[in-house]
């Protein structure tokens, strides 16, 4: 038993070394618990080496270790996993529905189904208008409000600035664009070139010209990955041409001169 | 449709003008019933007339129930076609080194093969009824591109079915002479119909993550285009292998099991030998795992970054997180397996070994802690702000592939040398040239450990083509050399060394059988890991880029409710897996009890165990 609580003692001060190191190193608390647990499985594993055999245990017993046994190990799986950082299948959601959205508006079922929901609409007011008219008498009717726009997105790709920079910003995370590029300090895997200072190197226009043609433009310094065609060519066919032009608008508006974003060249 | 298009427009402009012009209100109405008629009819073309595309459950939903039975059929599926392998070897080994326990361990083993068999089948024909019930457009889609491969599938399932049959009834009638070779035959046969069993419905799941179509040629021709897609033959091996670490350490627990409770010291002796035997082709199998799964990740990168980015980078990335918790805690439980091995089956052993162990655990648990350090860190604001971003300056440099590819390659030799080092255990060498070939030994692992690691830090330095190529494939090159050098050099010095610590099987404490049932657990976790981390790289395609997924579980489910079905899915295979035992052996302890003292029961240690290379060859 001597050499168990020895081995403990080890486990912990090495664990509580690792936990210092890891504090000095201002690692987040995570990682310092991290550390300490992966030096007490040792002590654990290793003082497991000399531990006195338990019972073998039967019957009923063995029953409820089993099941206890289940239990914990079901429990912990999904609490474990639970604490790790999530992500949320709303935002994939979200992304799927705009996406499919698209598509059946591009589709005549789409279409068929845009004009049926104008022509209910229509229906709906011409019947409110008629029982006004019922209900007034000959008193003066108030003006009809304006008819919504069928596809509010689209209305808001036409409207203000705001709107504009908000799809724009939609579109860069429904494209997954931070995947290869970094932008705000987020994302990028080094594929891609930073992106902060693109809104003083290239107009909107170019912008959206390199989304559309990735190949019309090379980063300065990015030779290899322009050669073996890194950025995709499929975002003519996945945006429709005004969302394409709010990314480019909202991606022009970002002119942080510290960060070093390479120089585009042109290419063709 | 045109003429509907002109009406609205027609009173979009005119209502408008309504104000004050009550009297067109009625000639308005009247337009509004015209439009209505053609509408009516046009939305129930759209929709009621329209192909059924998905069908639901309620409660459970159509996505849940089709992922727990599909993942209990591949589990099962895996266990049916690794079993086999795992029995044929063991009677080939019995038949060639005449070692009888070999066969007694092998027939155990097929015996569960007629009822898990039947048990696969049932799954696999549950999980058809419901794919053709839930999903209908996509089957229909997957028959039009596959229907060749649905014919040769069946045929190959009455192959298999036959075959089992004849191997399993026929293994007390072939035992001897010519015989017994046939049944040797019969047993490559099964191995070789279950693998085609196997590769065929792979290239239906892999061509949905990566298809190739042709719009032109025959069925035939299109069915084989679609089969041989960037991702079949990755996955093939990759499963192959699997399977065989998932009948090993089922192999292993099933003896763990049977170990805790078995009264007599010859069964003692035999299920601990039988635990040993499941360990040892576990850990096999799993050496070489990695390497496979490395190649079939490559191929994804190179059929479409975007998926790759998706698992290794994007929403998936902290899934091989888990991957690499559950891997770690499987090679400490197989190292640790081999060390209590060391301890208690070689007495005096472990006073010799226990510095080295030592040394391993410490060298295991610092690799672990490299494999599970993620690339960006979860801190809070302030965290992120005194380490200067998410990207901590020395863990970051942690989290990237080439520090993981060079910690597992170090894993896998330090269990290799786990392994070395229980082999050698109670012997001493004789051979005039020990200590010549001990020394090219140990030179070989130190130097191939510095090249490995060389290689990692210098992946740094590289480009990601270069690494991914020539770097990682080096490294795992010099991984299977060194296996492969050290391995028939210890056969040799063992082969002359002296025993001096005979091997006392059914010494071990009952924690090692704890330990076996713990490892095939974390395997089968694992498992129902990657086969949520497959499905969940397409995303929302059904078919990657084909066709896309319009049901309302199109999205993937987050981590932490996705590790609740991976658990039921473990514990409901658990169970399924105990049935089909106690099914298979229910009229054993009958048997045994009519029998006693006529049975064969192992005596002997087997060469790789440690035992002299002459024991259990006089049965």
């Known amino acids: 038993m001597g050499n168990i609580f020895k081995k403990l003692g080890v486990g912990l001060v090495v664990g509580g070394v690792l936990v210092g190191v890891a504090r000095s190193q201002e690692l987040p608390f995570d990682f310092q618990l991290l550390f300490l647990i992966i030096a007490l499985i040792g002590a654990v594993l290793f003082m497991l080496l000399d531990a006195p055999s338990i019972g073998v245990m039967s019957g009923r017993k063995s029953l409820a270790a089993v099941a206890v046994f289940w239990v914990l190990l079901i429990t912990v799986c999904f609490v474990g996993a639970s604490s790790l950082p999530q992500f949320d299948p709303e935002d994939e959601r979200a992304k799927i529905t705009k996406l499919l959205e698209r598509e059946r508006e591009k589709s005549e079922q789409g279409k068929t189904e845009k004009l049926l929901a104008l022509a209910k609409s229509l229906d709906e007011q011409v019947k409110k208008l008629e029982d006004r008219l019922k209900g007034v008498g000959g008193e003066a009717i108030p003006a009809v409000a304006p008819i919504p726009p069928a596809g509010g997105r ?43 200072n693109i809104g003083s190197l290239l107009t909107v226009e170019e912008i959206q010209q390199k989304i559309a043609d ?55 | 449709m045109s003429a509907i298009q002109q009406g609205v427009k027609t009173i979009q402009r005119a209502l408008p003008a309504v104000n004050g012009h009550r009297a067109w209100l009625a000639g308005l109405l009247l337009a509004a019933g015209w439009l209505a008629l053609p509408s009516m009819g046009i939305a129930a073309e759209g929709t009621g007339a329209g192909p059924t595309e998905y069908r ?16 209990l059929h591949l589990l099962l599926a895996g266990f049916v076609l690794g079993v086999p392998i795992f029995a044929w070897l063991c009677e080939v080994i019995a038949w060639r080194g005449g070692e009888k326990r070999y066969d007694k361990l092998a027939k155990e083993f097929t015996k569960l093969l007629t009822s898990a068999y039947a048990t696969t089948a049932l799954f696999g024909g549950i999980l058809l009824f419901l794919l053709v019930a839930f999903y209908p457009k996509l089957m229909n889609y997957l028959t039009d591109v596959f229907f060749p491969s649905f014919l040769l599938y069946c045929f190959l399932f009455l192959l298999e079915t036959v075959t089992l049959y004849l191997y399993w009834y ?3 009638a072939m035992q001897e002479g010519r015989k017994k070779s046939l049944h040797v035959f019969l047993g490559f046969l099964l191995n070789f119909f279950a693998l085609f069993i196997m590769i065929v419905p792979n290239a239906w799941a892999t061509f949905q993550a990566s298809p190739v179509v042709i719009a032109e040629g025959t069925a035939f021709e299109r069915a084989w285009a679609a089969t041989w897609n960037p991702t079949w033959w990755p996955i093939n091996i990759h499963r192959l292998i ?47 795992l990695p390497f496979a799964g490395y190649w079939l990740m490559r191929e994804i990168y190179q059929y479409n970054q975007q998926m790759g980015i998706t698992l290794m980078g994007g929403f998936l990335s902290w899934l091989f997180i888990l991957q690499a918790m559950l891997i770690g805690v499987l090679f400490l439980g197989s190292n640790y397996y081999f060390w209590l091995g060391i301890t208690y089956r ?12 030592l040394m391993m655990l410490v060298s295991l648990l610092l690799c672990l802690a490299v494999w599970m350090t993620p690339h960006s860190l979860v801190a809070s604001i302030e965290e992120a702000q005194k380490m200067g971003g998410a990207h901590h300056p020395l863990l970051g440099v942690l989290g990237v592939m080439s520090a993981k590819m060079t910690v597992s390659n170090l894993m896998i030799l330090i269990t290799f ?25 140990g030179a070989i692992l130190v130097l191939a450990s510095i090249a490995v690691i060389v290689l990692g830090v210098w992946g740094y330095f590289v ?98 409710s996705a590790s609740l079905i991976m658990a039921f899915c473990t514990f409901f295979f658990c169970i399924l897996v105990a049935f089909i035992f106690w099914v298979a052996t229910m009229g054993d302890k009958y048997k045994t009890a009519a029998s006693a003292g006529k049975g064969e029961l192992p005596h002997g240690i087997p060469a790789m165990a440690g035992g002299a290379p002459n024991k259990g060859q006089q049965e």
């Not at chain 1, 600035?161 to 705000?184: A, P, S, T």
């Not at chain 1, 073996?228 to 945006?239: A, E, H, R, T, Y």
């Not at chain 2, 060194?482 to 010494?507: D, N, Q, Y």
């Open chain 2, 170 to 172: 026929g293994w007390d």
């Open chain 2, 463 to 560: 480009p990601a083509i270069v690494r991914i190529n020539y770097f990682s494939t080096s490294q795992v090159l010099i991984v299977i050399f060194v296996i492969l050098t050290i391995t028939p050099l210890t056969a040799l010095l063992l082969k002359s060394a002296k025993t001096t610590t005979e091997m006392v099987w059914g010494s071990m404490p009952p924690r090692a059988g704890y330990s076996l049932v713990l490892n095939a657990v974390m395997v089968i976790l694992l498992m129902t890991l990657m086969g949520y981390a497959r499905s969940s790289s397409r995303v929302h395609w059904h078919v990657y880029g084909v066709m896309r997924d319009t049901s309302p579980y199109a999205y993937s489910p987050a981590l932490g």
């Open chain 2, 346 to 357: 070689i007495p005096g052993s472990e006073s010799k070994y226990r510095k080295a162990m």
């Open chain 2, 417 to 441: 040398m786990s392994f070395v080092m229980y082999w050698r255990a109670g012997k001493r060498d004789t051979a005039g040239w020990a200590a010549f070939g001990k020394a090219v030994m």
């Open chain 2, 56 to 71: 639901d459950v309620p409660y459970i939903g159509s996505r849940t129930l089709v992922w727990i039975v599909a993942q």
């Open chain 1, 214 to 268: 990735p190949k019309s433009f090379m980063a300065e310094g990015y030779d290899k990955e322009y050669a073996k065609g890194i950025m995709p060519n499929k975002f003519k066919d996945l945006m429709d041409p005004k969302e394409m032009l709010a990314l480019a608008t909202w991606l022009g508006s970002f002119k942080n001169a510290s960060v070093n974003t390479p120089k585009p060249i042109k290419k063709s």
């Open chain 1, 154 to 196: 689209r209305a808001a790709v036409a409207g203000g600035e705001d709107d504009v920079m908000k799809v724009g910003e939609e579109q860069w995370q429904l494209q997954e664009c931070y995947n290869c590029h970094k932008l705000r300090g987020e994302g990028g895997k080094k594929r891609g070139p930073e992106l902060d």
């Open chain 2, 242 to 288: 699997a399977n065989v670490v998932l009948g090993g350490y089922i192999c292993g627990a099933y003896a763990g099991v049977r170990y805790l409770s078995v009264k007599n010291a010859e069964d003692r002796e035999h299920y601990d030998w039988m635990g040993y035997v499941g360990n040892f082709i576990g850990v096999f199998g799993l050496l070489a």
